[in-house]
């Protein structure tokens, strides 16, 4: 398999070409470039695999997502990722101007890289990246685990009270998930999917107003390659502030890093070897969270959208965000000895859908559930559509 390091070298064959010809890199010269096997070349670690899905917003099509060419750093996040755009993104990570990577992670160049490299996303593509991975390494190696914003975002979900979703993830088969768009669905909504959904939903930050009592599970234990994982979950703490409270009137917030501190504490007293922050905090609260709080060996955050093309390293903590909107499917690879993590490798894998291969399980799945809503769903096909997706203004085509 190749390194991560020989792939970024591998892909300046279509940076190099769309250098030489900067308007035109076609399609068919992009696809020629790359394959799904080219996608999922990665240099395993170890015996865990943790895969992270978040911020999909009910798309369960591919879309055409520009990133964003400003991201605001505040103090001491100024200047550092995830706050780096366009050509100094680029620079900083060694990605070459024209790749796909350089489509997937900035705006340059962004209209003929994205008719050349086509759409990102489609929870098919999506399940056939899951399912390969699950293969090559093993079904009891591999944690697949839901950011949140998973279920609300698109009219098919407005329309289906996020059945539409919640019936897809489940094929996907998470082991955890978190939330914060979710709520607004109301939590008698929220509480009848999670009991039906067949996997833990996460909230180690939720506490009950009148008794001051967890809502949910705060941690699950896995046993994945060996060695027992927990995973450990936190919403997102501003949820009654950035969406309306009165959906969720006897549940409060907030970070609590006491309490996390504890739960992680717990976790490690009940032998876990490996404990996972499954977040929703956001990449900077993320940040100040791995020194803040010890013991956590793995980050995986989510809500501010951000994705980088590999783990960060704060201390002995490593923070990964997989974007939004079904564009990225995040790896982390962990070494354990001893019960420490002693090694890692990680990647954010493009999906691109015309590259990767539609699971047609999952497809016909898709199909069925938007069948009753295509024609309002494209009814103004050939013109721009603009939509508030969560909690954001997006454009692009057919992104319902």
């Known amino acids: ?29 992009a696809q020629q470039a790359i394959t799904q096997q080219d996608l999922l070349q990665f240099d395993a670690k170890g015996s865990v695999t943790l895969l992270h899905l978040t911020d999909i917003h009910a798309q369960l099509k591919p879309v055409y997502f ?26 900083h990570f060694g990605i070459n101007n024209g790749s796909m990577l350089a489509y997937a992670h900035t705006m340059v160049d962004y209209v003929n890289l994205a008719r050349a490299y086509g759409k990102l996303g489609g929870l098919d593509r999506t399940a056939t990246l899951v399912k390969a991975i699950r293969g090559e390494r093993g079904d009891d190696k591999v944690l697949l685990l839901d950011g949140g914003d998973t279920w609300q975002g698109s009219y098919t979900s407005l329309q289906t009270n996020g059945q539409d979703m919640v019936d897809s993830m489940k094929l996907l088969k ?51 390659g060996g060695h027992k994982v927990a995973v ?12 309306p409270s009165w959906m969720i009137p006897q549940w409060s917030f907030g970070i ?19 404990v996972v922050l499954l977040s929703h905090n956001g990449f900077d609260v993320d940040q100040k969270l791995a020194k803040v709080v010890s013991g956590i060996d793995v980050i995986l955050t989510g ?11 704060i201390g002995s ?8 909107h079904g564009k990225y499917l995040g ?43 295509e024609a309002e769903c494209n009814g103004l096909s050939g013109r721009l559509k603009v939509f508030f997706i969560g909690g954001a203004i997006s454009t692009g085509h057919g992104m319902m």
């Open 1 to 29: 398999m190749f390194s991560r390091r020989e792939f970024l070298q591998w892909t300046t064959v279509a940076g190099a070409y769309a250098a030489a010809n900067p308007l035109g890199l076609t399609k068919a010269a």
């Open 66 to 91: 520009r990133p964003p060419d400003t991201n605001i750093g505040v103090g001491a996040f100024e200047g550092i990722p995830p706050h780096l755009v366009g050509q100094t993104f680029l620079d």
């Open 174 to 224: 998470p082991d955890a998930m978190v939330g914060h768009w979710e709520f607004t669905f109301g939590a008698d909504r929220v509480e009848e999917i999670v009991e039906d959904m067949g996997y833990p939903f996460l909230a180690s930050n939720i506490f009950d107003n009148e008794w001051e009592e967890p809502v949910f599970e705060h941690t699950a234990f896995y046993e994945k």
């Open 232 to 243: 450990i979950g936190q919403a997102m703490p501003y949820t009654p502030i950035s969406n």
């Open 256 to 274: 609590r890093p006491e309490v996390l501190q504890e739960n992680v504490n717990a976790a490690r007293a009940a032998g876990a070897e490996v």
């Open 303 to 313: 809500h501010t959208h951000d994705a980088v093309p590999q783990a960060i390293e």
């Open 317 to 324: 903590t490593l923070v990964l965000s997989s974007g939004s």
């Open 331 to 373: 790896r982390v690879d962990l070494e354990i000895k001893n019960g420490k993590v002693v090694d890692h490798n990680s990647t954010l894998i493009p999906v691109l859908s015309d590259v990767v291969d539609s699971d047609t399980e999952m497809k016909a799945h898709i199909d069925k559930v938007r069948a009753p809503y």
